[in-house]
């Protein structure tokens, strides 16, 4: 018997497990008879480890000791994940533990389930990451494979994913489709080409950082705003889930009701919310979706026209106006023949039996969905690899010495689609060494190739030897200029929110962060005319900015900045004055 | 009408008219060159200034900045002195030329820099109020 691989839709809200047995795949369902378990994991105050079920049930009573949408963690950078619903550490650690420790709880259970269900140990696995998931988040996923004691032998493209299960039943056909996935916090879309057997993929586009979650975010901040919401903080974890009950039931009624019970201990809101709200609230991060479709079918050359299909996987889809939007771009009635939150799953099965012999019949081709290339001069990125080639493949560069003697050049390595290298994600920096020559006469030949799992490999090729070894990227260092991490930050506030209350607390924030050491640095200098009264009330302004920041309430923290600017306002005037006075006085004097 | 306001204009037509050829582009004065160099960082300070003063959220954290924007402003006239000073020497220059004496070509590479620099230094004082 062909040894056993699983595959595994590690996502953003739920996760599966599935097989290939006997020629079929099928998804294994734990001790309740569910195929698919919720990514949650609590760390209980008595102690004890919950995944699944049993971790999103605690959310209710302890919600500040379950992790939920860990995914949107994975690989990221300090700075440029933004209102996560529990505290984050410095390294993006969350409850004490990296992401990836708290995903491989996940992949644990799962594995878990699938030992329980086959009667023996499994020890290697599929998993799939959204396609549009960049190198450092597809090794985080490894990582956390290995971490649960699996054997990560293919990272797989969720889109590929579900156009495999999708394409399973058609293998004579030749046929162009469209994977429309959106999940709980990823979207991507995949065009492919399927021609007996061969699943070629043309195109992908996505946005990692867009899901489900954005909308229920955007839902929690808009019933709030009104009625007497404004005490209550529409990050709560407990509020954000009623949100998305809400979302979900609007899928199939009219209107629901939005209801956060004894909030305080004693008080109750509630709000009657319509289906035309939540439509209106969804449609800027349904645009986007838009955008990338007709982004990734310009890419693939494909007019909708030419398409056999439009596949929508992912639980998002269930909501009627994405259905709607879908249609509308692609002049066609989407395909909903997938199980919306299966699907994923069952396409990684199958890659994995493809593997390990237990299905055949089937070659897949997928494609990088990142330009990979290396800083030139004047901070340009040099595309080696377009976004879009299909995988593996690989290119090579030749570096040369500028100056005499020089002995190693440092060498950035950028993935994106941006002009500027520093508009593009950084890979990593390696070092190319030369041999000691007049400039312009040491060579080194570099090779790029990314495997079958996207990920990159960089060898370089002395040319004197022939001899090639595998330099090491070397990981950005977390200290990221505090310019590239403001730019980060203020990007995402740009582009990770649509939302009123949330983009007032980030803007109160940061205006609080000015201030407060501003006005630190005035007090302590003490002198500057500010007088007993007035100092008094920055004072007293200022202990109400930092109970709001502690609190973490939009509205509050507004005001409260709004009064400390106005209080230190006369400081500030004076200051001007005085520098301008200053600055005549120099003048005079020379 | 208008280029002829700039001296660089003036030289230009001037130039066209007495059908004097001469390379547009080329070396320029070097102590010019060193000039320039000096200019460079000093218009980069301007903008990473600019950039703060336009981040700043309050009062308070614009006022923290004013006695650099004032030291900055002092610094940007006092190089606009100095190349009202080139610019003037240059014209200066001109009486010798019709004399037929010198490089007008030269002097007219000369002044379209010394003129750019103005423009870009005219543009940072600006920027600064
Ligand atoms: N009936 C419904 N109406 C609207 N939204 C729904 C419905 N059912 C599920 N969802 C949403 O679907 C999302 C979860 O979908 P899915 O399980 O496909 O995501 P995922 O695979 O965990 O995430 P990702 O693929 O982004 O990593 C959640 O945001 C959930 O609120
Ligand atoms: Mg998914």
């Known amino acids: 018997m062909a040894e056993t691989i699983v595959g595994i839709d590690l996502g953003t809200t739920n996760s599966a497990i599935g097989v290939v047995d006997s020629g079929f795949p099928i998804l294994l369902a734990n001790e309740d008879g569910r195929r698919v378990i919720p990514s949650a994991v609590a760390y209980g105050r008595d102690g004890e480890l919950r995944v699944g079920e049993a971790a999103r049930r605690l959310r209710a009573l302890q919600p500040d000791r379950v992790v939920t949408s860990v995914k949107r963690l994975m690989g990221r950078r300090p700075g440029e994940v933004d209102d996560y619903p529990l505290p984050l550490g410095d390294d993006l650690s969350v409850l004490g ?115 489900g979650d954005d909308i229920d975010r955007a839902l929690a901040a808009w019933c709030l705003a009104r009625d007497g919401g404004a005490g209550i903080d529409p990050g709560d974890p407990r509020v954000l889930e009623e949100a998305e ?59 909708p026209a030419e398409l056999d299909a439009v596949v929508l996987v992912g639980g998002s889809t269930r909501i009627p106006a994405v259905r709607v939007a879908v249609a509308a771009c692609f002049g066609r009635e989407p395909d909903v023949s997938q199980h919306p ?47 879009n080639s299909t995988i593996p493949c690989k290119a090579g560069e030749m570096f040369t010495n500028a100056a005499d003697g020089q002995r190693g050049m440092r060498i950035r390595v950028l993935q994106g689609e941006r002009e500027m290298a520093r508009d593009n994600w950084e890979l990593g920096k ?77 803007e109160a924030k940061l205006k609080a962060e000015e201030l407060l050491p501003a006005v630190a640095a005035v007090l302590e200098e003490g002198g500057g005319g500010v007088a007993a009264d007035e100092r008094e009330e920055i004072e007293a302004a200022v202990d109400a900015v930092e109970a709001a920041l502690a609190a973490g309430e939009a509205n509050r923290l507004k005001s409260a900045v709004q009064v400390l600017d106005q209080a230190t306002e006369g400081v500030a005037a004076r200051m001007v004055e005085r520098a301008m006075e200053q600055a005549l006085a120099r003048k005079l004097e020379g | 009408m208008r280029r002829l306001v700039s001296p ?72 606009q002195e100095r190349l009202d000073g080139e610019v003037a020497a240059h014209t200066a220059g001109f009486a010798a030329l019709e004399r037929g004496e010198g490089d007008p070509a030269r002097v007219l590479r000369d002044l379209r820099f010394l003129e750019k620099w103005q423009g870009e230094l005219r543009a940072r004082f600006a920027q600064l109020w």
């Not at chain 1, 998931?133 to 889109?159: D, S, W, Y």
């Not at chain 1, 319509?274 to 645009?287: G, S, T, Y």
């Open chain 1, 430 to 506: 390696f070092e190319v060494g030369f041999e000691p020559a007049p400039k312009g006469k040491a060579r080194v030949g570099v090779q790029f190739r990314i495997d079958e799992n996207g990920m990159l490999e960089v060898l370089a090729r002395d040319t004197a030897t022939g001899r090639d070894s595998v330099l090491e990227i070397r990981e950005v260092a977390v200290a990221v200029d505090d310019e590239a991490v403001e730019a980060m930050v203020s990007e995402s506030v740009e582009h990770a929110f649509e939302d009123m209350a949330e983009r007032v607390f980030t």
């Open chain 2, 8 to 79: 660089a204009g003036r030289l230009q037509a001037w130039m066209a008219a007495r059908g004097v050829a001469g390379d547009p582009r080329g070396a320029i004065e070097g102590r010019l060159m060193e000039l320039f160099l000096e200019l460079g960082p000093v218009l980069q300070r301007a903008d990473d200034l600019r950039r703060q003063r336009e981040a700043a959220r309050s009062a308070l954290g614009r006022a923290l900045l004013e006695p650099r924007a004032q030291e900055m402003r002092d610094e940007l006239e006092a190089w």
């Open chain 1, 245 to 303: 009950r809400v979302k979900r039931v609007l899928s199939a009624e009219e209107s629901a009701t939005f209801r956060v019970p004894f909030y305080d201990g004693s008080r109750s809101f509630e709000r009657e919310v319509r289906r035309a709200d939540l439509e209106r609230l969804a449609a800027p991060v349904i645009e986007r979706t838009i955008r990338c479709c007709r982004q990734a079918m310009s890419d693939a050359g494909v007019a």
């Open chain 1, 341 to 387: 939150d299966e699907a994923v799953a069952l396409g990684a099965a199958i890659q994995a039996g493809v593997m390990s012999g237990a299905m055949s019949r089937l070659v897949l081709l997928d494609v990088t969905p990142l330009s990979l290339g290396v800083e030139t001069f004047g901070g340009l990125m040099n595309v080696l690899i377009p976004r």
């Open chain 1, 97 to 211: 533990r990296s992401p990836e420790e708290v995903s491989a709880e996940i992949l644990r259970e799962l594995r878990r389930i699938a030992e329980w269900r086959l009667g023996h140990a499994v020890e290697k696995a599929v998993i799939t990451v959204p396609a549009y998931f960049h190198e450092a988040q597809r090794a985080a996923t490894k990582r956390a494979g290995e971490l649960a004691g699996l054997e990560v032998v293919r990272i797989l493209n969720e889109p590929t994913a579900a156009a495999l299960a999708y394409g399973l039943d058609r293998l004579d056909e030749r046929s162009r489709v469209a994977v429309y996935d959106f999940g709980g916090g990823t979207f991507d879309l995949s065009v492919l080409e399927l021609a007996e057997g061969v699943f070629q993929v043309l195109a992908t586009r996505g946005d990692t950082a867009l899901g």
